[in-house]
Each structure stands twice: as structure tokens, then as C-alpha cells.
């Protein structure tokens, strides 16, 4: 509810860079995503708003700004979009075209030291409210959950969303976390954003019972993961937990 674009963990994975971009003599910042990214989604948005030039390189070459509704938002927002084929996108190579020279460059998903520095507000934020035993948070990059061990320090389980244990336990390595991430690895689904109808009863089937939405790809598999672990007794009995729900809905326009 932070916003309706740059929502959830978008914006605390983002808000460091706005400041950095700023004072950099390009003042522009590039990333990378796929055709739904909402990581690419956030980031043009604040580029707009931000008046800081955004560069999205985009997974598939087959792809143009008007291949979905999203894409043609985000050009239309101010991002210049480079669509590339999946071998170049794999290995991360920046068009040639592409001016680089004193540019930002937010690694896919948006996970770096800098990203990870955002979720520090949010420490503040849930004191204030709640002090709880544990959080829990889907994982895509592991940059939210590796920033909520990190500065809320209370035990983390994060619901992993994709088969990259190994990536987020190199990620996790550069912060010293004592122990208070775990990531459980039950949820993906079978890959990233696959889609499954036990996941999309459980949703729509959430959102009416508490008229809080989410989505399968990451917060459906988040409290899919939650209510599962809950059943299964993981929690010491009166634990008290937070659910940290990290947007990525997209509102139609
Ligand atoms: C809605 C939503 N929740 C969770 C995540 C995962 O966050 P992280 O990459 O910080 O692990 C993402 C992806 O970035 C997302 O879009």
C-alpha cells in the first residue's frame, strides 16, 4: 500500500538509487526484466516522477513495446526499451548502442548492497507497531528478506518463488546475518511463475475471505508457504508472526 505502482518492496529496493542517480552526471539508471517485470514496472514509474532517465532491457527479441499493456505503460512513461535475445539477456550484455558511461546499472530484480540498504525504514516502521517473533516474505532475488534479517534482526523465513537457492545463498553470504534468514524451498511450484490452479483457488479464495489482495507469483506462494508451515506446526505455539505482504499488484489502466 505504499503506492499503487511502486508498491510493496519495489519501493524500498528502489529509493536508495533516486538520491544516487541524482548526483550522478548521467542521471540515468538501467535494468533489467522480463516482459511482466514489476521490478522494470516500478522503475520507470519513478524514473517519470523522478524527472531520471531509465534503460530496460528486456528478455526476448521477439518482443516490441506493444507485445502487453505493460510494456507500452513503461515506454510511454519515459523508459527506453531494448529487447534482447535470451542467450545476450543471460549473460547480461548492454546493447552497444547504449550510452553507459556514468550509468547506474540495478542488476535483474534489483538485488545489490544499495537495494538491500532500503529495507532499513522498515525496521522503524514495524517497531512501532508490532514486535514480533518472525517475519515472513516471498523470495525472488532474496534482496527484501536478506535486508529484513539484516536490520529488523528476528527470525526470517523466506518463501523461495524460483529455483535459485544457490544465487540467494551467495547473496546472503556478503551480509552477516547470524542465522536469521532460512529459506524454505517447498513453494516454488515447479518454476518461476508457473501456474497452478491449487495456487489460484488459494488466492482468489484469500482475497475474499480477507479482501487483501494477492497474486500466485510471489505473495500467493508466500502465504500458501505461511498457512502450510502453520499447519505443519513449525511455529512454537503463541509465536507471533508478520506476513510482510511485497505488492506486485498491478492495477489496470
Ligand atoms: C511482489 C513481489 N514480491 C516479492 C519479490 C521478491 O523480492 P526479492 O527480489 O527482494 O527477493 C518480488 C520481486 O522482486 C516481487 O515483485
Not at 523522478?50 to 502487453?68: A, D, M, V, W
Not at 479464495?205 to 502450510?228: A, S, V
Request: net charge neutral; hydrophobic share 35%; proline share 2%.
Amino acid at each position: 500500500m505504499i503506492h499503487p505502482i511502486i508498491s510493496g518492496n519495489k519501493w524500498r529496493k528502489l529509493k536508495e538509487y533516486i538520491g544516487l542517480a541524482q548526483i550522478n552526471a548521467s542521471n540515468s539508471i538501467i535494468s533489467f526484466g522480463g516482459a511482466y517485470s514489476n521490478h522494470l514496472y516500478a522503475l520507470s514509474y519513478v524514473g517519470n516522477q523522478f524527472n531520471i532517465k531509465t534503460i530496460g532491457i528486456i528478455r526476448g527479441n521477439e518482443l516490441s513495446i506493444n507485445s502487453n499493456s505493460y510494456l507500452k505503460q513503461m515506454s510511454e512513461w519515459g523508459m527506453d526499451l531494448h529487447f534482447l535475445d535470451r542467450e545476450s539477456y543471460r549473460k547480461k550484455i548492454i546493447p552497444e548502442e547504449i550510452e553507459t558511461e556514468n550509468v547506474i546499472v540495478i542488476p535483474e530484480g534489483g538485488f545489490s548492497k544499495v537495494g538491500v540498504l532500503g529495507l532499513e525504514g522498515l525496521k522503524n516502521e514495524l517497531n512501532k507497531q508490532i514486535q514480533a517473533d518472525y517475519i515472513i516474505t516471498a523470495v525472488g532475488t532474496g534482496t527484501t528478506a536478506i535486508g529484513i534479517s539484516k536490520f529488523l534482526k528476528i527470525k526470517t523465513i523466506g518463501i523461495l518463488t524460483l529455483n535459485n537457492l544457490t544465487e540467494i545463498e551467495q547473496n546472503s553470504q556478503e551480509f552477516d546475518l547470524d542465522n536469521f534468514l532460512e529459506i524454505k524451498t517447498n513453494y516454488i511450484f515447479g518454476k518461476y511463475a508457473k501456474d497452478s490452479q491449487v495456487l489460484n483457488e488459494f488466492c482468489d479464495t484469500f482475497n475474499k475471505k480477507h479482501q487483501i489482495l494477492i497474486e500466485p507469483t510471489y505473495t500467493g506462494r508466500m502465504f500458501y508457504g505461511l498457512y502450510d508451515l502453520i499447519r505443519n506446526n513449525y511455529f512454537p505455539k503463541n509465536s507471533k508472526l508478520i506476513a510482510l505482504h511485497t505488492g506486485g499488484i498491478k492495477l489496470p489502466h
